[in-house]
């Protein structure tokens, strides 16, 4: 088995790594940057490790990371998700000095990476996918043909893109010719790539994915799906699993779709395949090559420990299930708490957690690396914790959720707990039937009330006599 992992990233994800490390015997390696010095990550570790001054730097350099963890004496390297968890060369360098990366092979992260490869080797397994361009488009010229053939709206997509970054939806060719030089400077800036192809706009349409494990013994299974449909700007905002909108067909369908795809490009370790879901035909959208921020909700329903089963596969070991093993129970929730203001238009609220209170009992789960008098950096994604809640019930999952999201308490920045509150109230969200058009539908989810309550005014006050008291 694997001794020590580095762990290449930070905040909750590096707490949850560190987690599975501990309760596997194996130590953990945390990095930071002078912005993170005080992180929960770096408290919780084993060890410790400076990667310099600048906040982003040290977090991309996949050269430093896998010198740092062969100098530390680590057998393995976990990416995480989001900075460099689908960069082929981390994985590429990590094989070169015998250090295994806990995730897939360098060749399937490029192949899959690339949005139009990923295209084409679905389409020859014969995974549905959303009529589009078969490769990159050469210029806007090129692009305004493809989108007459294709149709309007059309998706301006960037062929290395990811997490909602480096897309467009155009509606008309004055629209894709605004968008163009918009998306090639955005694409180029965050993933170092000009390319860009399009795809036809499946209109409102449900996005659901599907979990997927998979061995070096040949031996691939899914763990259901979960419904990714509540977003805003394509960035998920609430998870669920399983999706309450799919019959015992769809279901089985998406799970044997995100299969074959895993095996058409010879996949190891955990993975998600992404799907759109329109008037009952499932489009592939694409395939993530890493631990998704919301593998927690997957884990609530089936029972399996997928940072777990990544550190297994990568020790050479099976699969720890079988597919006919692996059953789903009841509904699991999960909230992105972000540190931003919904009502000044998601703008971010960095700063001092004045007091942070975890909501518990039954069914409630939180996945953090904020604590009270920790200060959330300006330089990272807003996110300060994930609030997992699970039921046996739909309607028990949201009732579940609403009581849990009363009792956080994340004070000294503006979060978005409120705000997910009234979408749990919302009819439509409860009666288990919407697509990723509902933010966008219903602005007047934003004017809740933003009182505050008793003893939060109460410790205030307490806050400012003992300030005044030079206590």
């Excluded at 020590?4 to 194996?26: P, Q």
């Excluded at 799907?275 to 395939?287: C, D, H, N, P, R």
Aim: with cysteine; aromatic share 8%.
């Amino acid at each position: 088995m694997i001794r020590k992992i580095l762990i290449a990233n930070r905040g909750e994800i590096a707490v949850r790594i560190v987690r599975a490390c501990a309760e596997m015997g194996i130590r953990s390696v945390a990095v930071y940057s002078e912005a993170d010095r005080h992180a929960l990550h770096v408290k919780r570790a084993d060890e410790a490790h400076n990667l310099g001054d600048e906040p982003l730097a040290g977090y991309l350099n996949p050269r430093k990371l896998v010198n740092l963890a062969v100098e530390t004496g680590c057998d393995a390297l976990h990416p995480g998700y989001g900075f460099l968890s689908e960069n082929a060369e981390l994985a590429e360098i990590c094989a070169e000095r015998g250090i295994k990366f806990i995730g897939p092979s360098a060749e399937v992260i490029r192949r899959m990476g690339d949005k139009t490869e990923a295209r084409r080797s679905m389409i020859a397994a014969g995974v549905p996918v959303t009529p589009g361009t078969e490769g990159n488009v050469a210029d806007l010229e090129e692009a305004l043909r493809e989108a007459g053939r294709i149709g309007y709206p059309v998706m301006l997509k960037a062929t290395s893109g990811g997490g909602g970054r480096g897309i467009r939806r155009c509606n008309s060719q004055e629209e894709l010719e605004q968008a163009y030089p918009r998306v090639i400077s955005e694409a180029t800036k965050a993933f170092g790539s000009a390319e860009v192809f399009l795809e036809k706009c499946i209109v409102n349409p449900k996005h659901i994915e599907a979990q997927i494990l998979a061995d070096s013994f040949g031996n691939t299974v899914h763990l259901f799906e979960r419904d990714c449909s509540i977003q805003r700007r394509n960035q998920k905002l609430i998870e669920i699993a399983p999706s309450p909108q799919l019959t015992p067909e769809q279901r089985a369908y998406i799970g044997e779709q995100a299969v074959k795809a895993a095996k058409a490009v010879g996949y190891e370790n955990a993975g998600t395949v992404e799907f759109l879901l329109a008037e009952g035909e499932v489009y592939f959208m694409e395939m993530n090559t890493r631990v998704q921020v919301e593998h927690t909700i997957t884990e609530e329903i089936t029972g399996i420990d997928i940072v777990r089963e990544q550190i297994r596969i990568a020790a050479g070991l099976p699969l720890s299930v079988k597919q006919e093993d692996i059953i789903h129970r009841g509904y699991a929730i999960q909230f992105r708490i972000n540190a931003e203001d919904p009502k000044n238009n998601f703008l971010p609220s960095f700063g001092k957690i004045t007091r942070y209170y975890a909501p518990g009992g039954p069914g409630v789960r939180t996945d953090t690396a904020i604590y009270t008098g920790y200060t959330i950096p300006p330089y990272y994604d807003s996110m300060c914790l994930k609030l997992i809640v699970w039921a046996l019930t739909w309607e028990e999952a949201l009732d579940r959720g609403l009581r849990a999201l009363d009792d956080m308490r994340v004070l000294g920045v503006k979060t978005t707990a409120l705000y997910y509150q009234e979408i749990l109230r919302n009819p439509e969200f409860r009666s288990g039937v919407f697509n990723t058009s509902f933010v966008e539908a219903h602005p007047e989810l934003i004017n809740y009330s933003v009182k505050r309550k008793p003893e939060e005014l109460a410790l205030a006050i307490a806050a400012a006599i003992a300030a005044h008291a030079g206590l």
